[in-house]
């Protein structure tokens, strides 16, 4: 796979070994932002839940905070506002920072994703670039962060154990023997109890017994699930927190799926005005904000992992 949008560039790589150090960051409740999108409203209000969370407290925007942004002001916006943060970059921003030849969007699709919505994230991409600034920044960004809550080790990361693009953490991969072994030796390589990523843009949270599990919370900006107009963080906390859709216990924490239900109308005209019917971005996405992505929270947990994660 080499044409644009299915790579993955070998500076997307790293080993699982890498995150089995010191944590860098610690506190009672860690929440994890994937997929923003360049979505303001969801940005605003992804904050205003942030600011009433309680006690010791981090927020981590784990990549893709860009990509319907594609206006000066919104871009400079979101990057001042996710930047005051602790972020890792996300293919979006490792393209935008320094685009590797043929990596088109960076995405590295797997074959199950068709090739007009590979070919319309690489028109995207170009827009964005267009307007981007603050590139280098961007590519100073670290591709994973390890964070200690309660007694668990968080690895905080894009794609995977393995790579910032990864899709190892997809239900596709996760519903395979394979890749639940995989994801064993990846646990063990990096010394990880939780994985929290995103980038495959679907949520998920897969449970490895009573001490580990891998949650990836889909996306903060756009809708996750059929029929339902709100984004996902990941919340990992030593206490629950009541608004979550669903979650699991860890060790002696709480891994969480928290809705962001940002201002739906507002954020459709402003998609409009970027990105009006006929433009690759309405192509690609407008349904998915209008109706939900065809996904179910069922799907997310997983018919054999259901008897392992639990809804509130
Ligand atoms: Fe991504």
């Avoid at 010191?22 to 929440?31: G, M, N, T, Y």
């Avoid at 920072?97 to 919505?117: I, N």
């Avoid at 990864?166 to 109890?193: K, V």
Wanted: proline share 6%.
């Amino acid at each position: 796979m080499t044409s644009p949008g299915r790579s993955c560039p070998l500076s997307y790589r790293y080993a699982p070994e890498e995150l089995a150090r010191e944590p860098q960051l610690a506190a009672d409740s860690l929440w994890i932002a994937g997929g923003l999108y360049g979505n303001p409203f969801a940005l605003d209000c992804l904050i205003d839940l942030y600011e009433r969370e309680r006690g010791p407290k981090a927020l981590v925007f784990n990549g893709d905070f860009h990509w319907f942004d594609a206006q000066t002001d919104l871009f400079q916006q979101i990057n001042q506002e996710v930047l005051s943060f602790p972020a890792l970059r996300g293919n979006i921003e490792a393209e935008l920072a320094g685009p590797e030849r043929d990596a088109g969007c960076g995405c590295a699709y797997p074959e199950w994703v068709d090739d007009g919505t590979v070919e319309r994230s690489n028109a995207i991409m170009e827009r964005l670039r267009a307007v981007a600034r603050d590139t280098r920044r961007l590519a100073a960004l670290p591709m994973h962060l390890v964070a200690q809550i309660g007694a668990a080790r968080i690895g905080i990361v894009h794609g995977d154990a393995g790579s910032l693009a990864g899709w190892a953490f997809s239900r596709e991969t996760l519903s395979t023997a394979e890749g639940r072994l995989a994801a064993r030796e990846a646990f063990d390589a990096a010394h990880i109890d939780v994985f929290a990523s995103s980038h495959t843009c679907l949520p998920v949270l897969q449970r490895f017994g009573d001490a580990r599990a891998i949650a990836n919370n889909g996306s903060a900006g756009m809708p996750n699930f059929r029929g339902e107009r709100y984004g996902l963080v990941t919340r990992i906390s030593t206490f629950p927190e009541r608004s979550a859709i669903y979650r699991a216990r860890c060790k002696d924490v709480y891994v969480e799926a928290v809705p962001v239900r940002y201002d739906h109308e507002a954020w459709e005209r402003a998609f409009l005005e970027l990105w009006p019917p006929g433009s690759p971005a309405h192509r690609s996405y407008y349904e998915r904000i209008r109706n939900g992505p065809s996904y179910t929270v069922g799907q997310a947990l997983s018919d054999e992992l259901l008897d392992e994660a639990t809804t509130p």
